[in-house]
């Protein structure tokens, strides 16, 4: 008779809670202290986004008696992500919408600077440069932000999954 696997789901659930409360910890700490991302908090911050997913994955080869596949383990990653990413993606949005919309404003700047200086590089004709920097202006807004966040973890946790999951799979 074939071993039943535990269902993904809880453990999904709590450690991706835990993921998007660590993740929105950080944007709140940077924020609060005028911190600018550098290397060593994202080393940090990479490194605490791996153990969290590791050991996630690990409570479930423990508790399913020792066993894990390649799937099982991408599967925990990706809906680690996903909640995680969820709620970090709900708050981000709120942050850049309410908190700190002088950071969106800011950004737009810097984007229109950067596009004029295209703009007149390449010489664009008016509709195009209008086109161009409408474009741009889509970019930088709290929804467009917490999307790219939300597909970053997604993508981050997969990964980590991926090779958490071939570390630890068993053959």
């Known amino acids: ?6 269902p993904v789901k ?14 929105i910890l950080i944007l709140v700490l940077l924020y609060a ?5 550098n290397a060593g908090i994202s080393i940090m911050n990479f490194i605490i986004n791996v153990a969290i ?12 008696n020792g066993l894990l596949d390649l799937t099982t383990s991408i599967k925990l990653g990706l809906a680690i992500g996903v909640i ?7 708050y981000t949005y709120i942050h850049y919408e309410f908190i700190q919309p002088e950071y969106i404003a800011e950004i737009k700047s810097s ?17 195009d440069a209008e086109m161009t920097k409408g474009l741009s202006s889509v970019f930088a807004s709290p929804f467009v ?3 790219l966040g939300l ?6 946790t997969f990964l980590i999954g991926l090779i958490v999951g071939l570390i630890k799979r068993n053959n």
């Open 151 to 156: 597909l970053s973890i997604i993508f981050k």
């Open 10 to 23: 809880p453990y999904a659930t709590n450690f991706g809670v835990i993921f998007g409360a660590y993740s």
């Open 33 to 37: 202290f005028s911190y600018q991302t």
């Open 111 to 127: 984007m229109k600077a950067e596009m004029e200086k295209e703009i007149q590089r390449q010489q664009m004709s008016e509709g």
């Open 53 to 64: 997913v590791w050991y996630a994955i690990h409570l479930y080869k423990i508790d399913n």
């Open 1 to 6: 008779m074939q071993q039943e696997d535990l």
């Open 84 to 90: 995680g990413g969820l709620l970090y993606a709900a």
């Open 145 to 147: 932000l917490a999307t």
